[in-house]
């Protein structure tokens, strides 16, 4: 009886874990955490590339992003620059970084990252290797 009940408690204790495992990587697989990740790397690939258009044009880089709207080389969807702050970062006449960072109006909320490092080519962050809670 002993053997019987200890076997019980592991099995529950088990099915705990999976279901607690579960939970905390559901968001992981989120289709709308992927569909925001993904709109606003299409976002920053779009500004790295116009950043390179606009310095290979003018020979220098622009003094912003809206200088890239101005000079038609950035279209930007609404809600991306509605729930987050883009930056770029240059060095050495190159794109080096840019960056996205989640406002209070993004759905999972602010101080989320998104950063597309140029020359490596390499992402990082908010649904890419970090998840919301």
């Given at each position: ?60 880089f622009p003094k ?70």
């Amino acid at each position: 009886m002993v053997k019987t009940k200890k076997f019980y408690y592991f099995i529950i204790a088990a099915l705990a874990l999976t279901i607690i495992a579960g939970c905390a990587g559901s968001r992981k697989n989120n289709p709308a955490v992927q569909m925001r990740s993904q709109q606003v790397q299409k976002a920053l690939g779009d500004i790295a590339q116009a950043l390179v258009d606009y310095k290979t044009e003018h020979g220098y880089f622009p003094k912003g992003m809206a200088t890239l709207r101005d000079a038609h080389y950035l279209s930007l969807m609404p809600d991306v620059e509605r729930d987050w702050t883009l930056k770029y970062y240059i060095d050495g006449g190159e794109v080096m970084m840019v960056e996205a960072v989640s406002r209070l109006s993004m759905p999972d909320g602010d101080g989320y990252r998104i950063e597309y490092r140029v020359q490596e080519e390499s992402w990082g962050g908010y649904g890419i290797t970090v998840f919301p809670r």
